[in-house]
């Protein structure tokens, strides 16, 4: 027979280990305001679709990609870890990593919690992905599609439209428009000036946000065009090769003339589409602000990337042969010419989390 004292000793143990666990899924459930994210979009969300794309260029699989992910493993992420999908799913309490849709390792506990279409090299111009061979806007909402069939089998019809309904759905692309097609190859400016050639983004964006709305999605976050000026390989194309302190402000008065339309157009659309919560959000002052004040943000470089030279160096150029990489990434904005660090996109995630307050604009 037990004496009374350890009979209630385990009693209010049991007690303890019963609110402590009821409270932690109370806080849990608190930050899963969304049951899925999704997203869309360029290199800056792709966490491995281009793995599986054969023909394409615009591809992070190999070495030195990857050397801060976990295992120090090489994905197809663009940076030396975990890119802003990952780090906002995380933050929101719904997994560690947001996946490629393409990868043949998926769960169908993966789907619903969500994944991402994105393709490093795409964008809002349909002529981008075709220079690189990436996944179009177009062919990832058609991926899209097939998704929502996978999870009508596997959850049924009203699970499924409470994912979309309810789902945080992001859009990150403009990048490879402006800087690749439209000033580094100059193959759009024998149709357009920049003037036209942002509005025809926007229209194509109008496009995509619409179709999307179409197949059931309701909370859209739009993601603005970054500093372009600023990126190492702007500056390198732009002839900034030698002094490379100052960005290139025509690549940035592009990518502020972008933004300011598409932050109209969300705001246009927001008034005609139904029950629909599109927020734009600007992307572009806060990494300026990372560029413009280092060190408040513990960077000590912020003209060139870490891997290799730093001035040309993406996708296949930034490989195992790359000479002199950096070995610390963390005192690096950017980790290539054109992707930020780990630690860049970790600061510009919470600054969207908590300054921009990402969950309650969607309330």
């Known amino acids: 027979m037990q004496c009374p004292s350890f009979t209630m000793f385990w009693f209010y143990v049991s007690v303890f280990v019963f609110c402590c666990s009821t409270e932690a899924a109370r806080e849990l459930a608190g930050n899963k305001k969304f049951p899925a994210v999704i997203f869309f979009g360029d290199s800056t969300v792709d966490p491995g679709n281009n793995n599986h794309l054969l023909l394409s ?21 663009f940076s030396n870890g975990k890119i802003p999908s990952d780090f906002i799913v995380e933050k929101l309490g719904i997994k560690e990593l947001l996946p490629a ?36 806007l177009e062919d990832q909402l058609k991926m899209f599609q097939e998704y929502i069939g996978k999870l009508k089998e596997i959850a049924g019809e009203k699970r499924t439209n ?5 789902g945080l759905f992001g859009v990150v692309a403009s990048s490879n428009d402006i800087a690749n097609v439209y000033f580094d190859t100059h193959i759009r400016q024998l149709q357009y000036n920049i003037f036209t050639y942002t509005d025809f983004l926007v ?19 739009v993601f603005g065009a970054p500093p372009l000026g600023c990126l190492p390989s702007s500056k390198t194309f732009a002839g900034e090769i030698i002094s490379r302190e100052k960005c290139v402000e025509l690549y940035n008065q592009a990518a502020r003339l972008f933004s300011d339309k598409l932050s109209a157009e969300v705001d246009r659309l927001n008034s005609n589409l139904a029950d629909a919560k599109l927020v734009f959000f600007d992307i572009y002052n806060p990494l300026l602000d990372l560029i413009q004040d280092p060190n408040k943000y513990g960077f000590e470089i912020v003209d060139r990337g870490c891997c290799g030279t730093g001035i040309i160096e993406t996708s296949v150029l930034c490989n195992p042969l790359s000479f002199n990489t950096c070995t610390n990434a963390s005192s690096y904005m950017f980790w290539d010419s054109y992707h930020p660090t780990e630690q860049t996109y970790k600061i510009m995630v919470s600054n969207i989390m908590k300054k921009e307050k990402l969950v309650k604009r969607f309330s």
């Open 57 to 77: 260029l615009a591809k992070s699989n190999f070495p030195p990609y990857g050397r801060d992910f976990i295992g120090g493993v090489a994905t197809g992420r």
């Open 101 to 136: 849709y393409l990868d043949p390792n998926l769960r169908p506990e993966d789907l619903l919690t969500g994944v991402s279409f994105a393709s490093g090299g795409s964008g809002y111009d349909p002529l981008t992905s075709e220079l690189v061979s990436s996944i179009s």
């Open 162 to 166: 409470t994912i979309l309904t309810k």
């Open 203 to 221: 229209r194509s964006a109008s496009t995509f946000l619409q179709e999307l709305y179409g197949l059931g999605a309701r909370k859209i976050a």
